[in-house]
């Protein structure tokens, strides 16, 4: 399974963004689901997924701004990133761990956001 992500841009602060996450099979058969992101010299780190148990965790930075949703009959995952900041600015992954455990992650999609 692949996964294919879209939808980063160039944004002013403030505005919003909604990226999509679209996988060659069945979203329904992964454990885990969501994005990370990787800021230039900083570490690649969670921004939100779905777990299998129907729960959804999102990093503080991201809390009352972004927005995870999926949709399983078109095997695609949204990130809705509204009230955007300069401190957004990143690569956003896509990334999954199968029912094996098995990590699987996008190409990556660019999103700056300007002051």
């Known amino acids: 399974v692949q996964l294919q992500a879209s939808g980063g841009g160039l944004v002013q602060a403030g505005g919003s963004l909604r990226l999509s996450c679209a996988a060659s099979?069945?979203?329904?058969?992964?454990?885990?689901m969501g994005w990370y992101r990787q800021a230039p010299g900083k570490q690649r780190d969670l921004v939100a997924h779905?777990?299998?148990?129907?729960?959804?965790n999102y990093a503080d930075s991201a809390k009352g701004r972004f927005t995870i949703s999926r949709d399983n009959a078109n095997n695609t995952v949204y990130l809705q990133m509204d009230k955007l900041e300069p401190e957004d600015t990143a690569v956003y992954y896509c990334?999954?761990?199968?029912?094996?455990?098995?990590?699987?992650w996008g190409q990556g999609t660019q999103v700056t956001v300007s002051s």
């Open positions: 990334h999954a761990v199968t029912l094996l455990l098995r990590h699987l």
């Open positions: 099979g069945s979203i329904l058969s992964f454990m885990i």
């Open positions: 779905f777990t299998s148990g129907g729960s959804i």
